[in-house]
């Protein structure tokens, strides 16, 4: 599908100028400047210039209220299109961290916002699945996320009349974190009666009705989880993961592996105090990751479950997008600033949780992009 503008009004002669500048310019130099007072339209001409390119766009701003304001502008200008937001999904957040001069270890701690939560993950599912996508997104999308091959290739495809046995469903659900609560349905849960399974998505508010007979999908309804009246009926959809980081199992068990040698390697270099307590907060994570699936603080291995190289990049909400996309950094003079502090705040908080025995050096790896 295109993008599509729909606009009461055309641009000013001083906006088609800037719109027919871009453009040409673009072709030669993918680094452009748009340069305008408080008032003069800019957002229009950003709208413009998405349309001529054609591709999926990310844009940038560097808080959330700039962004919330980009968003409902933009939401109004393509309504046939998707337009996102993806922002920090955190009320409060205290990441973890160690003064050695007071000998004070603060565990991480923080709130999120489930209704925030599901804006993102509606984001990325529109982001795999449509190329019409606009995404505004404030400066916490430079941060980890999980790799995008994965959540691609762990959704789950349910189609009208295909094989499918209910266990294999079931399985399925739980892989992509999906939970099940047979009493209390919500987003992000499936429920079991019989040959019907009742899923909302994460990233929904509808019900997903999958009916079965004999290893068959012979059915898959929307329906309206206030009132049970059937929306639609659907012949085929895609159901992605509940949750923005997700590990197939064959990977779960690589990362326990190189997560040990990391150990094994790093412990000689420790006091004895440090390496005891490297050693067993480790292995107690290793323990939950083995039955459990997660940990407190799984983020700090993701170099081992997104099977990366010390010191590459980690996968961001921008990989989601392939090689091919417009990528605007609205007000630049601070967005790119910004990242830059957000990098080096993180490598000194994370210094004193390696060099103490808290983290391992890996945890380095899970940081924001730096420009």
């Not at 844009?59 to 304001?69: R, Y």
């Not at 565990?107 to 449509?130: C, F, G, Q, T």
């Not at 992509?176 to 009493?183: A, H, L, P, V």
């Not at 997903?208 to 929306?231: C, F, M, P, Q, W």
Request: hydrophobic fraction near 40%; aromatic fraction near 10%; charge should be negative.
């Amino acid at each position: 599908m295109y993008f599509t503008l729909n606009a009461p009004y055309s641009p000013s002669i001083s906006q088609q100028e800037a719109i027919d500048a871009l453009t040409t310019h673009f072709r030669t130099d993918q680094k452009q400047t748009l340069l305008g007072i408080t008032g003069s339209g800019k957002t229009f001409v950003m709208a413009n210039m998405i349309v001529a390119q054609q591709k999926p766009t990310l844009i940038i701003a560097h808080n959330k209220t700039l962004a919330a304001q980009l968003f409902t502008e933009l939401k109004d200008l393509f309504p046939q299109n998707r337009v996102e937001y993806f922002v920090s999904f955190y009320d409060y957040y205290q990441p973890e961290s160690y003064l050695p001069t007071t000998d004070t270890y603060i565990e991480k701690d923080s709130s999120v916002n489930v209704a925030i939560e599901k804006m993102r993950l509606h984001a990325v599912s529109s982001l795999v699945s449509r190329r019409d996508t606009i995404i505004v997104a404030s400066i916490s999308c430079i941060y980890s996320l999980g790799n995008p091959n994965d959540f691609r290739t762990m959704a789950v495809p349910l189609i009208t009349g295909h094989a499918l046995k209910r266990t294999a469903l079931l399985k399925s659900l739980l892989m992509i974190q999906y939970e099940r609560n047979d009493s209390a349905l919500a987003p992000g849960k499936f429920r079991v009666r019989g040959e019907v399974v009742d899923i909302i998505p994460a990233y929904e508010n509808t019900i997903l009705r999958v009916i079965l007979e004999d290893n068959y999908i012979t059915s898959i309804k929307e329906i309206d989880a206030l009132t049970g009246d059937v929306i639609t009926k659907i012949d085929e959809t895609v159901l992605y993961p509940a949750k923005q980081y997700v590990i197939p199992e064959e990977k779960k068990q690589r990362a326990l592996a190189t997560i040990r040698k990391e150990l094994d390697a790093h412990l000689p270099s420790l006091p004895p105090l440090e390496a005891q307590r490297l050693k067993q907060r480790i292995e107690y994570d290793m323990e939950m990751i083995a039955e459990l699936g997660y940990c407190s603080g799984i983020e700090n291995y993701s170099r081992h479950f997104e099977e990366r190289q010390a010191g590459e990049p980690p996968y961001t909400l921008m990989d989601y997008f392939g090689e091919d996309y417009f990528l605007i950094i609205d007000e630049s003079h601070q967005t790119l600033p910004q990242s830059r502090a957000m990098f080096n705040g993180d490598v000194a908080r994370k210094k004193n949780l390696v060099d103490y025995g808290f983290r391992l050096p890996s945890a380095f790896d899970n940081r924001p992009l730096k420009f």
